[in-house]
């Protein structure tokens, strides 16, 4: 059996698909209309602390460079579309999301691993990590206020809820310490906890599992002048998920390890045990947030503000220019280093942005694509 087979699972559970569900960073709302409006928005959305997007699933041995302390991997997946009409919204939408955090020690202990090579001298690691991912479809509905005038126009609050049934779960949990030195190879004292609604029990083949979701969320656009505005999103301000029967798994681990196989991979006298069952759990999605700042001069206009998801504070400034072939854009994050583009076109809207050119050496990307006709 392999040492850090456990590790590995936490790690790479999320794949490495490009996911977002992050608090859009345009959330300027729209006024209530009488006109039929269909709308449509996507985000894809990767941001990697240690190694580049690409290598998530891989050996790691191509641009591995970690944070000190806290590093995260953070992906997100949204897809939305629905109708609006007099301020109410309806629309259906598919959400992914995975939140990885994990200390630096564990990182480099996975490195290690990857890299099938013992540490270069004895060492210490202090395995610390905690991964959350969740996905469903649902229904979602939305309903705009306009709140009552103030000096410099009319603030409009955009309150909505959501949905969802047959969630999926995978959130993994890993603790413990791990002691290398050459002559005894290692020493380990860890802890595993897992659930998964993928897993399946032959011992409990009637088990049905059940689940489902709700979130409210909630949005402010604030006049404060002619020419400045502030907004501000909160995604899943309140929220519930419930599962039903999930399957749960926790591995305690107290082992020596004598040998190394001719594939680098370490083989340990184990001394294991755990517990596999059913569960119930409940738990929020956790909010995420955005908040700007956007100035305007004739054609030309600034944004400044920050994004928060999952511990994460992603500061960003926005600057566009208007003109008769569209609305072109640049911004600049300082939490990713990652620079976009956009382009507004009539009713359709792109944005890309990433922190690395070729795209395949990004350790953070995102792709915005967002479209509203009136009809």
Do not use: C
Request: proline content about 4%; charged content about 20%.
């Amino acid at each position: 059996m392999r040492l850090f087979s456990l590790l590995s699972a936490l790690l790479v559970t999320g794949g490495a698909a490009a996911q977002t569900a992050v608090a859009d960073s345009d959330i300027a709302l729209r006024a209530p209309s009488a006109a039929w409006q269909l709308y449509a928005k996507t985000q894809a959305w990767a941001a990697y602390d240690a190694v580049p997007i690409r290598e998530l699933n891989r050996d790691w041995s191509s641009g591995y460079s970690p944070r000190n302390g806290r590093n995260a991997f953070l992906q997100r997946d949204r897809v939305e579309f629905g109708v609006e009409k007099d301020g109410w919204r309806l629309g259906a939408e598919y959400r992914l999301e995975l939140s990885l955090e994990a200390s630096r020690d564990t990182v480099d202990l996975y490195h290690v691993y990857q890299s099938h090579k013992p540490p270069a001298k004895a060492r210490d690691f202090t395995a610390d990590a905690h991964s959350t991912q969740w996905a469903a479809a649902g229904a979602r509905l939305g309903r705009t206020f306009v709140l009552p005038e103030q000096a410099a126009g009319q603030p409009l609050l955009l309150v909505s809820a959501a949905v969802y049934g047959h969630v999926r779960n995978h959130d993994s949990d890993v603790s413990g310490k791990l002691s290398y030195t050459p002559d005894t190879a290692y020493r380990i004292d860890g802890t595993y906890r897992n659930s998964n609604t993928g897993y399946d029990y032959p011992f409990k083949p009637d088990a049905t599992q059940k689940s489902s979701g709700a979130s409210i969320s909630a949005a402010l656009q604030w006049p404060l002048s002619s020419q400045l505005t502030a907004n501000l999103a909160v995604n899943d301000l309140w929220s519930r998920m419930r599962w039903t029967n999930l399957p749960s798994v926790v591995k305690v681990i107290a082992s020596n390890v004598r040998t190394v196989d001719s594939d680098g991979y370490i083989n340990y006298q184990p001394q294991m045990v755990g517990q596999n069952s059913l569960i119930e759990r409940t738990g929020t999605i956790g909010a995420s947030t955005a908040l700007n700042l956007t100035y305007r001069h004739q054609q030309w206009a600034l944004r400044i503000g920050a994004q928060r998801i999952a511990g994460t504070t992603i500061p960003e400034a926005i600057g566009s220019y208007a003109s008769r072939w569209g609305t072109l854009s640049a911004s600049y994050d300082t939490r990713f280093n990652m620079v976009g583009l956009g382009y507004e076109q009539g009713p359709l809207r792109l944005r890309v942005r990433t922190d690395s050119l070729p795209f395949s050496e990004a350790r953070a990307f995102s792709l915005e694509t967002a479209m509203n006709f009136v009809f």
